[in-house]
């Protein structure tokens, strides 16, 4: 399933068209989670990666706006004393919106969608759920948190021919490109530590809240 934002590949990105050759349209309308390109020395740059670090820049930059556009109208609906705010973002994985999760009973759904998350590093990535996740937190503990386990995978031309040179408009498989740096969410889980996961929620004697304090 491809992403719901980007991706349509009836209405590719300005790059992606000749002679630029920008792949972002191709990746975007995949399960392809291509957070980051990847430069080895000894291979040849190829101009169709620039455009498609501008697309990418570009998405960031459209995602991000819309996560701060919904999280605010949602503070400003669910804040009863501006003192109580702790902050839109936070040290963990945010949803693009916050109807994205739902809680009923021990069940809480992760609804397919965009999550932007920080990675090890320090780092924030956006990654995209294709497919929701139903998480059944009846054996857990009363207070903890919950969050996401992503995996990380590097991935050359050998595995996706689609990263070959492409400036004559098609592949050409004696030319690799960079690597394309994948990020996957593999599931959800629970700990009593919030250093241990990508926290999206906190669970406090069973009342489930986001990890920003804000209401589910």
Same mark, same amino acid.
């Given at each position: 399933m491809a992403n719901?934002? +980007?991706? &349509?590949?009836?209405?590719?990105s300005s790059?992606? /068209?000749?002679? +630029? *050759?920008?792949r972002f349209t191709s990746f975007e309308n995949t399960? &392809? =989670?291509y957070i980051l390109i990847g430069f080895t020395p000894g291979l040849a740059l190829q101009a169709a990666e620039l455009n498609e670090i501008q697309d990418i820049y570009h998405k960031i930059d459209k995602l991000? =706006?819309?996560m701060m556009s919904n999280w605010t109208l949602y503070a400003l609906q669910n804040i009863a004393d501006i003192s109580d705010f702790t902050g839109i973002i936070w040290d963990g994985t945010i949803p693009l919106s916050p109807d994205m999760i739902t809680v009923s009973g021990n069940f809480i759904t992760f609804?397919?969608?965009? *999550?932007?998350y920080n990675h090890s590093s320090g780092l924030n990535h956006w990654v995209y759920l294709t497919e929701d996740i139903? *998480? &059944?937190?009846?054996?857990?503990a009363a207070s903890g948190f919950i969050g996401f386990s992503i995996s990380t995978l590097d991935v050359f031309s050998s595995s996706d021919d689609r990263l070959y040179d492409n400036s004559s408009g098609s592949v050409n498989t004696n030319s690799p490109g960079a *690597? /394309?740096?994948?990020?996957?969410?593999t599931g959800a889980n629970f700990n009593t530590n919030a250093n241990n996961t990508k926290v999206i929620i906190r669970k406090t004697n069973n009342v489930y809240t986001y990890f920003n304090g804000m209401p589910i």
């Open positions: 719901e934002i +980007f991706g &349509d590949i009836t209405n590719p790059l992606s /068209r000749k002679p +630029f *050759y920008s399960e &392809d =989670n991000s =706006n819309t609804s397919s969608g965009w *999550y932007y139903i *998480y &059944d937190s009846s054996s857990d *690597y /394309r740096v994948n990020h996957n969410i």
